[in-house]
């Protein structure tokens, strides 16, 4: 189902009623409230911030995983890795089974930086989700679930079937 209307004109489409525009647009609001506060408490960006938490949590371990997670080009990954690593947050650690392979490793001002991300994220959440309550906010939550599952996507495979946990 669609919210688009019928007909292809574009003077029929009304923006502020498309799922997606809206979807767009929270997630852009989002983000740049997750960079006001990151930069402004640990001088890196949203984007910088939250490699450093899939780095903490073990959800990315190379510059490919995080391309693939971000949806981003390789080239622009190793501009982020080196401005993380020119921070003090991040180290390149060949592995030892494959040289072929370079790991991604937080320091320990990087591991001290990740621990102080999921309060950032809470904080922005609560925000935009004030005045929903906790029924809203898991039917959320699985509503965006469904989504994902409709995308036949199988990297987000782990977050259609999981339960809801506390996080962005």
Not at 24 to 49: D, K, P
Not at 76 to 98: F, N, P, Q, W, Y
Not at 139 to 145: A, E, P
């Amino acid at each position: 189902m669609s919210d688009a209307p019928k007909s292809t004109a574009i003077g029929d489409y009304v923006l502020a009623e498309s799922v997606g525009y809206l979807i767009g647009r929270v997630r852009s609001t989002m983000w740049n409230m997750v960079t006001q506060h990151t930069s402004s408490e640990l001088g890196i960006t949203g984007t910088q911030a939250s490699i450093v938490f899939m780095l903490a949590v073990g959800k990315c371990w190379t510059a490919a995983d995080i391309a693939r997670e971000y949806g981003i080009d390789a080239s622009a990954v190793t501009r982020l890795i080196d401005r993380l690593e020119k921070r003090g947050l991040l180290s390149r650690v060949r592995s030892e089974e494959d040289r072929r392979v370079v790991r991604l490793e937080l320091t320990h001002e990087g591991q001290a930086t990740a621990e102080r991300i999921p309060a950032i994220f809470a904080r922005v959440l609560d925000h935009l989700l004030t005045g929903f309550t906790p029924e809203e906010v898991g039917f959320l939550k699985s509503m965006m679930r469904r989504i994902l599952a409709n995308s036949c996507d199988p990297s987000v495979a782990s977050l259609v079937s999981s339960n809801d946990k506390p996080g962005m």
